[in-house]
């Protein structure tokens, strides 16, 4: 038997009252994969996130992980089982440095926080891996700045970080490209390139260029249904990609 | 909207540097009150001791938990009560409780006090795990609510006194010491104090403090990274409503007397106040703000029996127009480091 894909997620379904956001999902990642999910604006590419990481709880149908149904399982329990997930919107805690933003997600990785005593801050075993996990998104120069402080893009960076710090078998980035000036977008797509292979990693972007390039498969999103899974090459010739989504 | 708070960023050494000189000040008090002929100070430092004690001990739920406790005046006077009853009983010779459950009375402060440790982690985590399943002004109602439960509790307890509170009978004892005896009592409250003050300095700086202050910010974000944020907030207020209680303790044995009145909510609305007086965002801080309080109350109650109204007046100017609290103002004034 083969192992089983990293995530398998089968029939998958969520409504807001009439409103159905995720229309009988059905999609297996494999390990090491890039996975790119695109679709238009309200299509439910966030809601598909937030039910595999565990902020919403679908209606039906199942999601594994390495072959565990893990549903019905809180997100905290999620994350501490490897996914880690960027948020579209920047989610970070203001007061506290990058550094320590950072911490927080070495801390719960090395088992509970029932310690009162040591010092966070000066506790190698957490500013180890913490500056480590900055090192890999370049933000090292700014360990010591509050994460309130920083420019929109250094907050993304900030964002995939304390998602690395996490170690995670799966990483879940919400639109980690939207609102970064050219540059910072290029920069972005380097740094996922990186982490290409290393992690598997389901991308939902807005950015064709960046997707098409950075992906193994991608899927199409729309109106909660995914109408097409396949290649970038396969994708870009799809007719109903065409005509539901890309439009030229 | 997203107005980036000017974070404080932590400074250990001067933060301790801070705590000593606070300890040092009170430690001061009696000789003074002695060589300026007004005994009667001591009894004043008392209870600024003892309700710093209470108020750092809010503070860390309110302050680095972002938790909103309108019931920990009632931790205070559940406090109070254990040694209060706890003594009662052993004076009159009979048991509380019954069966297996019984247990016979002491006025062993060494005793009574750990017991009404016990009493404020039992109650504040129960009530607590209820309570934290809600948030914002849903929490400030809720614990409003519970800390009226336990005020209406000791009023129907006729035995010990209902609504008039109960005299401790007989003499207290702690290691030999009578808190009667006012001086050498104010010094082992002032240590109390000065210990718990230090482990709450470590605590918020510890791994468990950065998951309570990360969880004030974004518990979402917090969640969202595999820390599993209630059973923390949850300890967290263990924690504070057991030293809250140790507070009470002590307070039932420096008046010898307890009464429901102290576990009002307006008595849990002034732990509040003399938090946010002091700066919520230091250990330190609002043991400032309980004595600024206190002698505020004291001064004012001098001149006038209306003493509310300009009391009132002063903490409204403090919390809304100069957002300055005594900790900002200590900053400027020379602890800038
Ligand atoms: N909590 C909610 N309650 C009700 N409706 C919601 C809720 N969250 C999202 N929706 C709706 O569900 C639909 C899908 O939203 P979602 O945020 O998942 O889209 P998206 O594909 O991520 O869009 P975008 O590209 O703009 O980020 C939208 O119509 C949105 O208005
Ligand atoms: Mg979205």
């Known amino acids: ?248 | 909207m997203d107005e980036p708070v000017r974070p404080r960023t932590a400074c250990p050494s001067r933060d301790g540097l801070v705590i000593a000189a606070i300890v040092a000040a009170f430690a001061c008090l009696p000789p003074v009150a002695n060589a300026i002929d007004q005994p009667f100070l001591i009894r004043v430092g008392q209870r600024v001791v003892i309700f710093a004690l209470a108020a750092s001990a809010l503070n860390l739920t309110l302050g680095f938990g972002g938790m909103i406790s309108l019931m920990h005046a009632a931790f205070f006077g559940l406090g109070a009560y254990v040694v209060a009853i706890l003594s009662f009983h052993e004076v009159n010779g009979d048991s509380l409780g019954t069966g297996p459950l019984a247990l016979v009375g002491t006025s062993h402060l060494a005793l009574s006090l750990p017991l009404a440790v016990a009493a404020g982690a039992a109650v504040s985590a129960l009530l607590g795990a209820a309570a934290l399943r809600t948030t914002g002004v849903y929490f400030i109602m809720i614990t409003l609510a519970f800390n009226q439960m336990l005020f209406y509790y000791f009023v129907a307890q006729q035995t010990y006194g209902g609504e008039d509170g109960l005299q401790i009978p007989g003499a207290l004892d702690l290691a030999g010491l009578d808190p009667a005896r006012r001086t050498p009592y104010f010094y082992v409250c002032l240590a109390i104090f000065a210990v718990a003050l230090v482990g709450l300095q470590r605590v918020v700086g510890s791994r468990f403090g950065m998951v309570l202050r990360g969880a004030k910010q974004n518990e979402r974000r917090v969640i969202t990274v595999g820390v599993p944020a209630f059973r923390y907030k949850l300890a967290a207020f263990a924690i504070s409503g057991a030293l809250t209680a140790l507070a009470g303790g002590l307070m039932a044995g420096a008046e010898q007397f307890v009464s429901p009145a102290e576990m009002s909510w307006s008595r849990s609305g002034e732990l509040v106040v003399m938090c946010v007086l002091g700066g919520l965002d230091t250990v330190w801080g609002p043991a400032l703000g309980a004595a600024a309080f206190l002698i505020l109350e004291f001064g004012l109650s001098n001149y006038t029996t209306h003493w509310q109204l300009p009391f009132g007046l002063i903490v409204i100017a403090v919390a809304a127009f100069s957002r300055e609290d005594v900790a900002a103002w200590a900053r400027r004034a020379g602890w800038r480091a």
């Open chain 1, 1 to 248: 038997m083969n192992d089983p894909p990293l995530l398998s997620i089968t029939g998958l379904h969520k409504r807001f009252g009439g409103l159905v956001v995720t229309r009988d999902v059905n999609l297996d990642i494999p390990r090491g994969e890039t996975h790119g999910l695109i679709g238009p604006n309200g299509a439910g590419k966030t809601t598909l996130l937030s039910q595999l990481q565990g902020d919403l709880a679908p209606n039906a149908g199942t999601i594994r992980l390495a072959g565990r149904d893990i549903v019905g399982l809180s997100p905290d329990k999620r994350a501490r089982m490897g996914i880690a997930r960027s948020f579209q919107i920047a989610a970070l805690l203001p007061e506290f440095t990058v550094l320590q933003n950072v911490g927080i997600a070495v801390q719960a990785r090395l088992g509970h926080s029932f310690r009162f005593w040591r010092l966070a801050t000066r506790d190698p075993a957490l500013t180890g891996p913490a500056r480590e996990a900055l090192a890999e998104v370049g933000l090292e120069s700014e360990a010591a700045t509050p994460a309130a402080f920083l420019s929109h893009g250094a907050k993304r960076q900030l964002e995939i970080a304390i998602a690395l710090a996490m170690k995670p078998a799966l990483l879940l980035l919400d639109e980690p490209m939207a609102g970064l000036g050219k540059q910072e977008a290029v920069a972005m797509t380097r740094l996922i390139a990186r982490l290409k292979g290393a992690y598997t990693i389901l991308l939902v972007e807005h950015d064709m260029e960046a997707v098409f390039s950075l992906c193994d498969r991608i899927s199409v999103l729309v109106a909660g249904a995914l109408v097409a899974t396949g290649s970038p090459s396969e994708i870009r010739d799809d007719a109903r990609v065409r005509a539901a989504y890309l439009g030229h």
